[in-house]
């Protein structure tokens, strides 16, 4: 009932895997409140913070704890009372901010209140010595006086040196106990600087564990993107063999089409001349005529017969070389079709093929 919250914020809450010391354990399955307390009766303070009915940080704050912020957003501090390391993830950075500096705060005063503390207990101390040191006077004043002097004579100094043994004591006691708090504080320092360096250490070695699942992660990733550049690249030589060979087909193409054209030109060359055949065969149909006509005028004309005969020699002579000519022409020009045609027939297979 003397608590009195003095900050408020909401967070998930981790503990420290009591097993490992490494790994981070959800204490909330969500964002709870995480609230700073006062204790007026006591003059201490603690971070409390509720999961429902369940009491997940229940800290009591010493001036020897550190609040360690680890990354933006998360922060953790070591309990040696509780035996643990609690851990606080928010939802920014202000947040975070903020109840570090509220830590930094409620540190100080309690560290203020353990020194009032202790000059509380040097006061009390001092006067139980002081009235320690006038309790033997009074009591030996009070024997002196009494009604039985004889008897003070003898008990007198003995209840004296009894009471001053006694006051050396509870003076040796008061610096035992002085000493005990101190070497108390010593040690809870101690346990939680070793609490302290144990969480950097157990968070140093999870963070090179850390580095080490990256590093391999990344130098899978490498040889993954390694092997994929060799495979691009053996598609790309691929791609440009493909293409070299494209570029000779189409010289080759380009070749074939010229000799098209060069056998077209011959062809119209040919036909051409196959043009003056028919007139040729014109000519000979009329000097077959004129030869009738010469052999019906030999039987008219017996005196011309010798001259006839001579221009019929020549002229049979011209005719036959002419039709060897024409014949060997015929031939020429049919062989030039033939190759003509299958020219285009393998012409057209190579495209049909390409």
Not at 55 to 82: C, E, H, L, Y
Not at 110 to 138: F, I, M, V, W, Y
Not at 178 to 188: H, M, P, T
Request: charge should be negative; proline fraction near 2%.
């Amino acid at each position: 009932m003397g608590e009195q919250p003095i900050f408020t914020t909401r967070a998930h809450v981790f503990q420290i895997d009591p097993s490992t010391k490494k790994n981070w354990v959800p204490a909330s399955k969500q964002a709870v409140t995480v609230s700073y307390f006062y204790d007026v009766t006591r003059n201490s303070y603690r971070i409390i913070s509720v999961d429902g009915a369940k009491v997940i940080i229940n800290s009591t704050i010493t001036p020897n704890m550190t609040f360690t912020k680890t990354s933006q957003k998360f922060g953790q501090w070591a309990d040696s009372r509780a035996n643990t390391v609690f851990g606080l993830g928010f939802s920014s950075e202000q947040q975070l901010t903020k109840f570090a500096e509220k830590f930094q705060e409620v540190k100080e005063a309690a560290r203020l209140a353990r020194d009032k503390s202790q000059e509380k207990t040097e006061t009390s101390s001092n006067h139980s010595q002081e009235s320690g040191c006038e309790s033997p006077s009074s009591t030996q004043a009070s024997s002196v006086n009494g009604t039985d002097d004889e008897k003070a004579s003898h008990v007198g100094p003995a209840d004296t040196h009894l009471k001053s043994e006694n006051d050396k004591l509870k003076i040796a006691l008061t610096q035992s106990a002085a000493n005990v708090k101190k070497w108390e504080v010593e040690l809870q320092t101690l346990r939680e600087s070793n609490a302290r360096l144990t969480a950097a250490l157990q968070e140093s070695a999870a963070s090179v564990e850390q580095w080490k699942r990256q590093f391999s992660l990344c130098r899978e990733e490498n040889d993954r993107l390694r092997n994929k550049i060799d495979e691009l690249e053996e598609q790309c030589s691929e791609i440009n063999r493909e293409k070299e060979r494209n570029t000779q087909l189409k010289q080759r193409i380009e070749e074939l089409e010229s000799e098209v054209r060069e056998k077209e030109t011959e062809l119209n060359d040919l036909r051409k001349q196959s043009e003056i055949i028919p007139q040729l065969m014109s000519e000979c149909e009329y000097v077959s005529e004129k030869l009738e006509a010469a052999e019906r005028d030999n039987q008219n004309l017996e005196g011309k017969v010798r001259s006839l005969k001579t221009d019929i020699e020549e002229s049979k002579y011209r005719q036959r070389h002419l039709k060897v000519e024409l014949k060997s022409f015929l031939e020429v020009l049919d062989a030039k079709i033939d190759g003509l045609h299958d020219f285009r027939r393998g012409l057209s297979k190579l495209g049909t093929d390409s």
